[in-house]
């Protein structure tokens, strides 16, 4: 069955900093992949996705991810955090082809001043 | 544009009582999907409507919830008799279609408390 690890409950970086949050799934097929970010009385909001095609995918308020097949990952990254960012990041498996999606259980991120 | 709209965004009931969650999806999007968010867990789908047709409802627990989408536009979620344990954030999200490349917009979310 399709599924979606995010090994990190909760990170805290500082302001400035770079971050990476991890996420690793099992799919059988090409996958379609999602970040979204949840902040707090919020819906969830679409960082960027991935289909098929270049490896690395630019999205929304300066965050990057890279699909890496050869690791069943898909990472997300942002060169410098600002205090903004603080919020809980899902990553996210399209199962089927058809618009089903099996979420991770989620990063919280803190951000230090 | 407006995003999915949700009402109530909170709602406290004591168990064994009814509850209605309400979703407008964004104009003109066919699917409409009801997930449910656990403390500190991503969502799970529940069910997932393609205009008034509930296409998949595998994980929707049907002794006690029920759902519909008249008209295939604005849907409601019910849970009848609330217990304990379906204290959660009811997620509803659209999308133009249903293809995996059809990006899914969510809702704020209605938090249940069941007392």
């Known amino acids: 069955a399709q599924s979606v690890t995010q090994p990190d409950i909760h990170i805290t970086v500082s302001e400035g900093a770079s971050l990476e949050l991890r996420c690793n799934y099992s799919?059988?097929?090409?996958?379609?992949l999602f970040w979204y970010v949840q902040s707090p009385g919020q819906g969830l909001q679409l960082l960027l996705k991935y289909f098929s095609g270049d490896t690395l995918v630019q999205g929304i308020k300066g965050f990057e991810a890279e699909f890496k097949r050869s690791q069943s990952s898909f990472n997300l990254r942002k060169p410098s955090v600002h205090w903004s960012d603080a919020a809980e990041y899902f990553c996210?498996?399209?199962?089927?082809?058809?618009?089903?999606?099996?979420f991770g259980a989620g990063t919280r991120l803190a951000v230090h001043p | 544009e407006a995003g999915v709209v949700q009402s109530p965004r909170y709602k406290i009931i004591e168990k064994k009582q009814p509850v209605a969650f309400w979703c407008n999806p964004i104009s003109g999007h066919n699917t409409l999907y009801w997930y449910l968010q656990n403390l500190g867990q991503g969502p799970e789908l529940l069910i997932r409507?393609?205009?008034?047709?509930?296409?998949?409802d595998s994980q929707l627990p049907k002794d006690r919830f029920s759902a519909e989408r008249l008209k295939g536009v604005d849907s409601t979620l019910k849970i009848q008799p609330a217990e304990l344990g379906d204290s959660a954030v009811y997620l509803c999200a659209s999308s133009l279609g249903r293809r995996g490349t059809d990006t899914q917009y969510f809702g704020p979310g209605t938090r249940l408390t069941v007392l």
């Open positions: 996210a498996v399209g199962e089927g082809g058809y618009n089903k999606l099996i």
């Open positions: 799919y059988g097929a090409t996958p379609y």
């Open positions: 409507y393609e205009n008034e047709e509930a296409v998949d």
